[in-house]
């Protein structure tokens, strides 16, 4: 039952424990068993269901995956985790390095590599596809070339991996549940968005957020309004910073980027007649605006928040960012790769717009808002540890130190001797079924 009082830390559900307690007195077998069948590159070890149990919960939540997950991880800590893998030069495919078998042992240990383990110290293509499964589940880009950024990761220890989790498990405990049929989750730590309709994701959009000197804010609000083509009226910091330095560099930047450049008053400005050295956040008495078009920064699409940070959600002109995995990359607004589909998503419904129209809007040049007749409510989140739809766990970095102090609070747990999977076993196949 040391599985069932680990579990009560988290505050799941009281059905869900209920759950684990029924499954654990059956008395199940408690081996850990790694699927060895699934071949998809961003698989995580999963646990056999016990064949003669079944039941009607789906348990679709973050908040259960996680926990789901911790008690796996807490299971490996009891077992002595993951070997260290001594430093050393990158290892590329091909290549020969007494370390490869400990990367197998390790990989395996952490459900990435579900070949044979062996003593051969070739890096072959099955370490390489590991390592990349590896990789894209922590935030780096997945060649499958195990460097020193990769190997610093790979030899976090168990018990600090689990505290990450728990971290992350208090963010989402502190959210309250939406209640509403339709909503927008940004996972800002995740770099990715998901827009609910009745309890299930209908879209799953990569996003870029802010990088770590422009944080994307957390909030929960609505999106209001959607606009096509839009205008960019540029911030006075980025104006007097970014585009000041610019113009110093190439004196027809905004000219030829579409930008239009007014006094106070409203009057037009030659760029070129202003000295750009002398301009700060303190004196900058101009207004710049970038007309819509294919260089526009906003892209094609905006939708509007109204909150007090100046934050919200567009498109890009700069699409090709969104192959990167460090996606912190903006001066804080959240830009979405699948811009055109949460339109569909948000204007669902509306008289008057359905796809063909939007399509129109979109790929065409005049600029219009169109008013939501139901705002949408959003939340921006922040979760660098996280459980996908197929049950892959992800840790990316805690790119704005928001977990840091935290995580080094939690890593002094440990799993009670003697834990058993039953209810893990049990638990993960239920949540494999959303």
């Not at 997945?142 to 990769?150: E, S, V």
């Not at 998901?194 to 879209?203: F, H, K, R």
């Not at 007309?291 to 699409?319: C, M, Q, W």
């Not at 790929?363 to 049950?391: F, I, K, M, Q």
């Amino acid at each position: 039952m040391s599985i069932i009082l680990s579990l009560m830390k988290y505050r799941l559900r009281p059905f869900l424990l209920a759950l684990i307690a029924a499954s654990a007195a059956i008395g199940f077998g408690t081996s850990y068993v790694i699927a060895q069948g699934n071949s998809e590159p961003s698989s995580e070890p999963t646990m056999d269901k016990p064949a003669s149990v079944s039941h009607s919960h789906v348990l679709a939540s973050a908040e259960a995956k996680l926990a789901a997950a911790i008690a796996r991880y807490q299971v490996i800590a009891a077992s002595g985790g993951w070997p260290h893998v001594p430093p050393g030069p990158s290892i590329k495919p091909g290549y020969h390095d007494n370390r490869v078998p400990l990367i197998r042992v390790a990989l395996h240990t952490m459900g990435d590599y579900t070949g044979e383990l062996s003593d051969s110290t070739l890096y072959d293509a099955d370490v390489q596809q590991a390592v990349a499964r590896f990789q894209e589940r922590h935030g780096q880009e997945p060649d499958g070339a195990l460097g020193k950024r990769t190997l610093e990761q790979m030899n976090v220890p168990v018990e600090l991996r689990i505290a990450q989790m728990q971290a992350s498990l208090e963010q989402m405990q502190a959210m309250a549940e939406p209640q509403d049929e339709r909503y927008v989750l940004v996972n800002v730590a995740g770099y990715y968005l998901e827009a609910v309709q009745d309890g299930t994701p209908v879209l799953i959009s990569r996003v870029i957020v802010g990088d770590r000197k422009n944080p994307t804010p957390l909030f929960t609000n609505a999106i209001t309004d959607v606009q096509f083509n839009p205008s960019w009226h540029v911030p006075k910091r980025i104006a007097a910073e970014e585009i000041a330095a610019k113009m110093r560099r190439d004196p027809d930047y905004l000219v030829r980027a579409g930008f239009t450049v007014t006094d106070s008053s409203g009057g037009s400005v030659d760029p070129s007649t202003i000295d750009w050295s002398q301009v700060s956040k303190k004196h900058f008495p101009y207004r710049i605006r970038q007309r819509p078009g294919e260089e526009n920064a906003l892209g094609k699409i905006k939708f509007n928040i109204p909150d007090d940070y100046d934050v919200y959600l567009h498109s890009t002109s700069t699409p090709k960012l969104f192959a990167k995995a460090d996606r912190a990359l903006s001066h804080g607004c959240v830009r979405v790769q699948q811009a055109r589909a949460l339109a569909y998503f948000l204007m669902q419904g509306m008289a008057g717009w359905d796809r063909t129209r939007i399509d129109q809007a979109y790929d065409g040049s005049a600029s219009r808002v169109v008013r939501l007749e139901n705002p949408v409510p959003v939340y921006l989140v922040y979760w660098p540890s996280w459980v996908d739809d197929a049950n892959t766990v992800h840790f990316h970095p805690d790119i704005y130190d928001r977990m840091k102090s935290r995580s080094a609070e939690l890593q002094d747990q440990q799993v009670a001797p003697g834990t058993s999977l039953t209810a893990v076993r049990y638990l993960d196949a239920s949540l494999r079924r959303n």
